[in-house]
């Protein structure tokens, strides 16, 4: 059975930071991408960061980069999102996703999900 299990998520003041980490097992994923999005509340899921589980390409959207960094920890079959300079307009569920094929910027193409991590960044 695939799982993905999100941890890190918390209450954080602007400015601060918080890691958050994606452990993934029940197959192997060397031929998928993994992707972080986020959803507030009345809002669309939108994509976060991305990388690529062989090779380790990463992509952002424009509002985190700078800020936050995808890795993978291919030993422990984990990925993480360090997020950096936190502001308020952050404050949402972060989900953890693998997608076999297709633009890792569309949830569409995603094929398993985590449950989901709460992010709350006060001003």
């Known amino acids: 059975q695939v799982q993905l299990v999100e941890s890190g998520g918390g209450l954080v003041q602007a400015g601060g930071s918080l890691r958050l980490s994606c452990a993934a097992s029940?197959?192997?994923?060397?031929?998928?991408?993994m992707g972080w999005f986020r959803q507030a509340p009345g809002k669309a899921r939108e994509f976060v960061a991305a990388?690529?589980?062989?090779?380790?390409?990463?992509d952002y959207a424009d509002s985190v980069k700078g800020r936050f960094t995808i890795s993978r920890d291919s030993a422990k079959n984990t990925v993480y999102l360090q997020m950096n300079s936190l502001k308020p307009e952050d404050t949402a569920v972060y989900y953890c996703?693998?997608?076999?094929?297709?633009?890792?910027?569309?949830?569409?193409?995603?094929?398993?999900w985590g449950q989901g991590t709460q992010v709350t960044v006060s001003s």
């Open positions: 996703a693998a997608a076999r094929s297709g633009s890792y910027y569309h949830p569409g193409s995603y094929d398993y």
């Open positions: 029940g197959r192997t994923f060397s031929n998928y991408a």
């Open positions: 990388i690529r589980w062989v090779g380790g390409s990463t």
